[in-house]
């Protein structure tokens, strides 16, 4: 199994910044792409931010491009979120999620597959 652990979120004021940060471990061969996700209460979860590691393509959901900045540390399978001018309809509870991912299970290679982490929440007051 690929464990995902996030961290970062927290409360902040209309127009300032917070930072996720997600690292994934378990007896990883290869992940596809890492990106973020968000639910806000009553909402769809949605795609925020993904990037291919192989190319490094990125994509954005349209209303946080310019604010948000989607970043990875490929050594240490990390995935972090840089998030500016935060709004309040940036507040939601966001998850990391590893895409494509290959692993080994006891002797078995598995995959691939999608794993999430646990959320963090993300509150912008007015």
């Known amino acids: 199994q690929v464990q995902l652990v996030e961290s970062g979120g927290g409360l902040v004021q209309t127009g300032g910044s917070l930072r996720l940060s997600c690292t994934a471990s378990g007896r990883i061969v290869r992940i596809n792409t890492l990106g973020w996700y968000r639910q806000a209460p009553g909402k769809q979860l949605e795609l925020v931010a993904k990037i291919d590691l192989d190319g490094g393509h990125t994509n954005y959901l349209t209303s946080v491009e310019g604010r948000f900045t989607i970043s990875t540390d490929y050594v240490k399978r990390s995935v972090y979120l840089q998030m500016n001018s935060l709004r309040p309809e940036d507040t939601a509870v966001y998850y990391c999620?590893?895409?494509?991912?290959?692993?080994?299970?006891?002797?078995?290679?598995?995959?691939?597959?999608?794993?999430w982490g646990q959320g963090t929440q993300v509150t912008v007051s007015e």
């Open positions: 999620q590893a895409g494509g991912a290959r692993y080994w299970l006891e002797i078995s290679l598995r995959g691939p597959d999608d794993f």
